[in-house]
């Protein structure tokens, strides 16, 4: 089994690196990528704790892990993207200055989303010591809308988000996907678009997306992905396969990738035990 697709604590993730890793070994899964977004910070955490070390890969047992990232992406003047990145030299500098560069500014759009509840719904309603921590490196809007419903701010995520995005200048300088597959193959590693699928655009956006990164050194897809268990306002098993059967059949040359594109160690479970409905690889 193989999973090129996780996330951690590190970015929008409930667990510890490590935790993630157990439940792989637990699951018997032979490879895989901890896909933070924006970071490769697991990367170094697990380092201390594997069994082999070499260049973008450990192993622990019978596991594999290949380094890994999310990045976040523009592609032409409307669309966002992620490009999954594949072992690549953790400390190659221009990734890592790249990372640092994008991890300042989301924490300082988290500030100031901070400022803006506050300025709204009444001093402290919201605070930094509640969001920020030692662990996380990638502040995402998960991380402060969760903690408005909570407090019931907002009664739904849908709300909390749109009156984020109201706030003016919020947005982030992010790479251009062209520029992300370069930046990742620079470092020694493979660069794949993340799930297709899931981008809320025209099917034939999707398509022309993926031709055009093909041919400025696209390595590969994920195709294989869970649609039908993480949007099913949007697919049954039938539109997933469906979906994914046309793209084998538009571009048979590609690589192909498998994530679950699991937050936490209890959907990762839920999800291996409908593997055999969405996993391949």
Same mark, same amino acid.
């Given at each position: 089994?193989?999973?090129?697709?996780?996330?951690?604590?590190?970015?929008?993730?409930?667990?510890?690196?490590? =935790?993630?890793?157990?439940?792989?070994?637990?699951?018997?899964?032979?490879?895989?990528?901890? +896909? #933070?977004?924006?970071?490769?910070?697991?990367?170094?955490?697990?380092?201390?704790?594997? #069994?082999?070390? =070499?260049?973008?890969?450990? +192993?622990?047992?019978?596991? +594999?892990?290949?380094?890994?990232?999310?990045?976040?992406?523009?592609?032409?003047?409307?669309?966002?993207?992620?490009? !999954?990145?594949?072992?690549?030299?953790? =400390?190659?500098?221009?990734?890592?200055?790249?990372?640092?560069?994008?991890?300042?500014?989301?924490?300082?759009?988290?500030?100031?989303?901070?400022?803006?509840?506050?300025?709204?719904?009444?001093?402290? +309603?919201?605070?930094?010591? =509640?969001?920020?921590?030692?662990?996380?490196?990638?502040?995402?809007?998960?991380?402060?809308?969760?903690?408005?419903?909570?407090?019931?701010?907002? *009664?739904?995520?849908?709300? *909390?988000?749109?009156?984020?995005?109201?706030?003016?200048?919020?947005?982030?300088?992010?790479?251009?996907?062209?520029?992300?597959?370069? !930046?990742?193959?620079?470092?020694?590693? $493979? *660069?794949?678009?993340?799930?297709?699928?899931?981008?809320?655009?025209?099917?034939?956006?999707?398509?022309?997306?993926?031709?055009?990164?093909?041919?400025?050194?696209?390595?590969?897809?994920?195709?294989?992905?869970?649609?039908?268990?993480?949007?099913?306002? $949007?697919? #049954?098993?039938?539109?997933?396969?469906?979906?994914?059967?046309?793209?084998?059949? !538009?571009?048979?040359?590609?690589?192909?990738?498998?994530?679950?594109?699991?937050?936490?160690?209890?959907?990762? $479970?839920?999800?291996? #035990?409908?593997?055999?409905?969405? *996993?391949?690889?």
């Amino acid at each position: 089994m193989v999973d090129l697709h996780l996330h951690t604590n590190i970015s929008d993730g409930k667990n510890t690196p490590m =935790e993630m890793i157990n439940t792989l070994l637990e699951l018997g899964v032979n490879e895989a990528s901890i +896909t #933070d977004h924006d970071a490769h910070d697991s990367y170094f955490e697990l380092s201390k704790n594997a #069994d082999k070390k =070499e260049k973008g890969k450990l +192993t622990f047992g019978n596991l +594999t892990i290949y380094s890994g990232i999310e990045l976040d992406c523009i592609f032409g003047d409307k669309f966002i993207i992620e490009i !999954l990145g594949y072992g690549f030299d953790p =400390e190659d500098k221009e990734l890592k200055e790249y990372v640092s560069n994008i991890q300042i500014q989301r924490k300082n759009r988290i500030k100031k989303y901070i400022s803006a509840v506050n300025e709204k719904f009444g001093e402290n +309603t919201i605070t930094e010591e =509640e969001i920020f921590n030692d662990t996380c490196k990638t502040y995402l809007k998960p991380h402060i809308v969760h903690p408005l419903l909570d407090k019931k701010i907002f *009664a739904e995520y849908k709300e *909390a988000n749109n009156f984020l995005k109201s706030i003016p200048n919020n947005d982030i300088e992010r790479i251009n996907a062209r520029g992300a597959v370069k !930046l990742i193959h620079k470092a020694g590693g $493979k *660069a794949f678009l993340a799930h297709p699928g899931v981008y809320d655009y025209e099917y034939d956006d999707i398509i022309n997306i993926i031709n055009t990164l093909t041919n400025k050194g696209l390595d590969g897809i994920e195709l294989h992905y869970p649609y039908a268990y993480v949007q099913s306002y $949007k697919y #049954d098993e039938a539109k997933a396969s469906e979906f994914t059967s046309s793209l084998e059949k !538009l571009f048979p040359e590609i690589e192909y990738s498998q994530g679950s594109d699991s937050h936490g160690v209890e959907q990762l $479970k839920e999800l291996y #035990d409908l593997k055999n409905k969405w *996993a391949k690889l």
